[in-house]
């Protein structure tokens, strides 16, 4: 318990913690990699060269100082960050040595306002939340070691099947070394994945949600291989690793499913948005929904650059025979060849295709704009416009869920 003293010390914090903004955080993480080089076997170098992880902890940090006398308002908050952090096996004894560098960043860059009794504040509070994670990620880890085919930590899988999906997305099959089976997860939940590449100066852990439905044997990834986004920059490492390096008999570690993120239950139709690669978690909901027989109304918006990188395009048209699924797709460009192929589909009536952004208004009527569940994934960018899109048309914040396959940012 904090006293009322800590909680006034950490809120008048608050202006400080704001006029530094980010700069706090990235001189917390270059601190904590200097003098704890082995965290960055664990942490995505990436994200932090990007600044998205950064900026993702120093919101987090921001939002528990300002909520520190009503938690409840985090708890949100917390559940992600503590399914991410179980995707990445992150232990009791990581907490010591962030809340070290922590309050070492806070006194390094502002010696006058953290006094004594301001550190002694922050570090009774830093106790509070770091005790917050560690509970709830304990529970998440014996949740999943306790359930048929669970496990704690690393276990390794082996890639049983590899299969091109699109342009620029593959799909890996794995199965346990071990031919037990494997625990069942929600649709829209991810794998937490390590690996080693060679001459690469660390391990590299990342997660990738599942694409198919649960089967109790094996799990489905999709992988998109991330080029570089400068000519400067170095491609994707782990995406390019897994296409040109990861093969049919190859041994992985994988950590159990994790993800707050997941389709939910109600008797209400269903609404799915993605673009890009963020096909992966609705292609995994509507397997899901397809494998139960469900007869709600479901809709599938995707969003994706042309017909070529369109993944899983026949597979979903094949479904809405199973599903009453409505499915609709805007391609951003497409050439003269490709306009053929849609063109004779088209004539088909199974493809409702368009070009361009997503625009929702046209379809507004068609949609369950009043009682429907929205999930959304693809890039910020994407489900900004999108989510805009939603509200505007009437539909509320609570019925609107996404995934950032990144470090979080709200929409
Ligand atoms: C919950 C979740 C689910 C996900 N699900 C999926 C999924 O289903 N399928 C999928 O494909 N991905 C998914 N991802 C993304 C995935 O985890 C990886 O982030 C992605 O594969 C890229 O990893 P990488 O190692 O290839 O690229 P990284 O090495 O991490 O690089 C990412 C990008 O940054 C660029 N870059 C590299 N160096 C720099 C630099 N110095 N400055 C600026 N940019 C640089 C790279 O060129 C590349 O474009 C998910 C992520 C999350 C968080
Ligand atoms: C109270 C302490 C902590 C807070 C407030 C915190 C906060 C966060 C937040 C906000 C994210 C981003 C979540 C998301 O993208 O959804 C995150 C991710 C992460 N955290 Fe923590 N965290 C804490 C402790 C730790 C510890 C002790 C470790 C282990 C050393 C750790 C390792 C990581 C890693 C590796 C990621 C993923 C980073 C990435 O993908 O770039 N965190 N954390």
Request: aromatic share 10%; charged share 20%; hydrophobic share 40%.
């Amino acid at each position: 318990m904090l006293s009322a003293k800590h909680i006034e010390l950490v809120k008048s914090t608050i202006p400080l913690l704001e006029s530094a903004g980010t700069g706090i955080t990235e001189y917390f993480y270059q601190r904590m990699f200097k003098h704890n080089p082995e965290l960055k076997h664990i942490f995505n170098m990436t994200n932090q060269r990007s600044g998205g992880q950064p900026a993702a902890l120093f919101s987090a940090i921001a939002a528990y100082a300002k909520n520190i006398d009503k938690l409840a308002a985090l708890s949100g908050a917390v559940e992600r960050i503590a399914h991410k952090h179980t995707s990445l096996n992150i232990q009791p004894e990581h907490y010591p040595i962030v809340g070290h560098h922590l309050l070492a960043t806070l006194r390094e860059l502002a010696p006058e306002a953290f006094t004594a009794e301001v550190e002694e504040a922050w570090a009774a509070a830093y106790g509070v939340l770091a005790g917050i994670f560690i509970n709830r990620e304990e529970e998440l880890y014996q949740k999943n070691a306790n359930r048929v085919g669970g496990w704690l930590g690393a276990r390794q899988f082996k890639v049983i099947e590899k299969r091109q999906e699109s342009a620029l997305v593959t799909s890996f099959v794995f199965a346990p070394v071990d031919d037990e089976p494997v625990v069942d997860y929600q649709a829209g939940q991810y794998l937490g994945i390590k690996v080693e590449p060679a001459h690469h100066e660390y391990r590299e852990m990342r997660q990738y949600s599942l694409s198919d439905k649960p089967n109790g044997k094996t799990y489905r990834i999709s992988v998109k291989r991330e080029d570089s986004r400068n000519p400067d920059d170095e491609p994707g490492t782990v995406s390019n690793y897994l296409h040109d390096q990861v093969n049919v008999g190859d041994v992985l570690d994988i950590f159990p499913p994790a993800g707050d993120f997941h389709y939910v239950e109600r008797n209400e139709p269903v609404v799915l948005i993605s673009a890009g690669v963020g096909v992966t978690p609705m292609q995994s909901m509507l397997e899901m929904l397809a494998s139960k027989k469900s007869d709600k109304p479901v809709f599938y918006l995707h969003a994706c650059e042309n017909l070529a990188q369109h993944s899983f395009n026949e597979r979903v048209q094949a479904l809405t025979s199973e599903l009453k699924l409505t499915h609709h797709t805007w391609y951003r460009e497409l050439d003269g060849n490709e306009q053929e192929v849609l063109n004779s589909q088209g004539h088909s009536g199974s493809v409702n295709s368009h070009m361009g952004f997503m625009n929702l208004v046209p379809m507004k009527a068609d949609l369950p704009l009043d009682k429907g569940d929205f999930y959304l994934c693809g890039p910020v960018a994407f489900m900004r416009f999108v989510k805009q899109q939603l509200i505007e048309l009437g539909v509320e914040d609570t019925r609107i869920h996404y995934e950032v396959f990144g470090p979080h940012s709200d929409l």
